[in-house]
């Protein structure tokens, strides 16, 4: 199964970045993921090690995964060493906009399966895939979501600080 | 004449008894006991094939989700590593759905690569067509290989109720019935691993239990022959009337709810010689607890 979903939020890369490049937020965001844990010493970069899990039907599913494409502000993918066979990308653009700001188009693509599993592998994936692409959808909702709102915040107390200073 | 005079011995002074040559019945059961005997795979624990697990997940995934709509929590309450004794109540007859569930569930997430061992009577391991269960870790149940498999660092489920409790009337369908049967403790203490509850609900509405039979299977001599304590008696799909349900049956698509308890390390909580029926009362007791409390989140039978 390839899914992949996608949506543009109000803020710069690199506050989208900050977010996605830390395992340990991303359970406040992820929908339907039970696990995201560091598992090797370094939480972040190419070689960094999570565990991790996502419900699906009666089973949680995944594995011991690891980061295999780190460059800041655009891209993190990352490949299964244990558990079903997957590959996920985080894709991050810059997208100018007309009033001036700039957002970032954020893709998400998670590419699962099982080599080897026959036709029962082949009906499991397509009968998995809605769900999945639900889990992905909800996910970058709630990342818009959270990174807006802090976005928002940011800018309040960035007013605030001005007003204070000029007054 | 010494001979004669011990054969009267034997026979206490009545004139010796012709042994009569057994019926064709009694030599019919013993012929198959035998082939039974002789199909019961040795142990080995090597027979385990972690890639055969891994590309049949998704079949299991699909009778798990569509058929029994599964659901299993709390594996987080399983040590990640090293050997653990998981102690589940059985149902559902020689379908055992709760066990397909939750062998899903462990593989899903922990990965195939955790080794993982289950015991099941002689009979299934010898029936025709199950030898793939070999494949998923389903070793006859004995001490031995409970032994081997906790020594190799594995997880280990256990059903101490077997055949009697898989079989229970469909009455008793949320009681937690091992008869007394205490030898998991005994297994969990020699090795100094921690007892890991696995309390499952909606196995004995997969068909209509009416009887465990245990009467006929002592009439019958099952027990002696088979180690079977029952001769159950259900209405199930596709027989009707369902009488030893040898060949299985199709289990009704029941929702299946399964949920693993916290640990618990006997030693630290019952001192260094525990007293085996107080930890047996403490585990059945969580466990009946538990399926209380899953059997009130029931609001209809098959539907969950």
Redesign the interface.
């Known amino acids: 199964m390839r899914v992949a979903e996608s949506l543009e939020v109000s803020a710069p890369p690199e506050v989208v970045w900050k977010v996605i490049s830390d395992p340990t937020r991303y359970l406040h965001f992820l929908s339907g993921f039970t696990r995201w844990e560091v598992v090797s010493d370094e939480p972040g970069g190419c070689g960094a090690r999570y565990k991790m899990l996502m419900r699906v039907g009666s089973a949680e599913i995944g594995g011991l995964i690891e980061v295999v494409e780190w460059v800041p502000n655009r891209e993190l993918a990352w490949t299964s060493i244990t558990g079903i066979d997957q590959r996920g990308r985080w894709r991050l653009r810059e997208r100018a906009r007309d009033d001036g700001t700039v957002g970032t188009w954020v893709e998400l693509r998670l590419t699962a399966g099982v080599a080897g599993s026959g036709l029962f592998g082949w009906l499991a994936e397509r009968i998995a895939a809605p769900t999945v692409r639900g889990h992905l959808r909800r996910s970058l909702q709630q990342l818009k979501r959270q990174v807006e709102h802090e976005e928002l915040r940011a800018r309040a107390a960035a007013r605030r600080r001005a007003r204070a200073a000029a007054s | 004449m010494e001979a004669t005079a011990a054969q009267a011995a034997r026979t206490n002074g009545r004139p010796p008894e012709t042994e009569a040559p057994a019926s064709l019945p009694t030599r019919l059961v013993r012929g198959v006991a035998s082939q039974i005997q002789r199909r019961i795979p040795a142990a080995d624990l090597d027979e385990r094939d972690p890639?055969y697990i891994?590309?049949?997940?998704?079949?299991a995934?699909?009778l798990?989700?569509?058929w029994?709509?599964?659901?299993?929590r709390g594996?987080g309450n399983i040590p990640e590593t090293g050997p653990v004794l998981l102690v589940g109540n059985h149902s559902g007859g020689n379908m055992t759905p709760d066990t397909t569930?939750f062998t899903?569930?462990f593989c899903?997430?922990f990965?195939v690569?955790r080794p993982f061992y289950q015991l099941a009577h002689n009979l299934v391991l010898s029936m025709p067509g199950l030898s793939f269960l070999r494949k998923y870790g389903t070793v006859a149940a004995s001490p031995e290989n409970a032994h081997k498999a906790l020594e190799a660092g594995a997880a280990l489920l256990v059903y101490p109720g077997g055949d009697w409790e898989v079989h229970r009337p469909s009455t008793d369908r949320n009681r937690v019935d091992f008869n007394r049967r205490k030898g998991f403790i005994r297994l969990a203490l020699e090795h100094d691993v921690p007892i890991v509850p696995v309390v499952s609900i909606g196995g004995q509405e997969t068909a209509l239990f009416l009887s465990r039979g245990d009467r006929l299977a002592r009439l019958f001599g099952l027990d002696r022959m088979f180690r079977l304590k029952v001769l159950p008696i259900s209405l199930a799909l596709p027989w009707g009337l369902n009488v030893g349900d040898m060949l299985g049956h199709i289990p009704l698509p029941a929702k299946i709810t399964v949920e693993a308890l916290p640990p618990i390390y006997a030693r630290e909580e019952f001192g260094n010689e525990p007293d085996l029926d107080e930890v047996y009362d403490h585990v059945t007791r969580l466990m009946q607890d538990t399926l209380d409390a899953m059997a009130a989140e029931r609001r209809l039978p098959l539907l969950g």
């Open positions: 890639d891994r590309e049949n997940l998704p079949t995934w699909l798990s989700s569509l029994f709509r599964g659901e299993v594996l569930v899903l569930a899903a997430y990965g690569e």
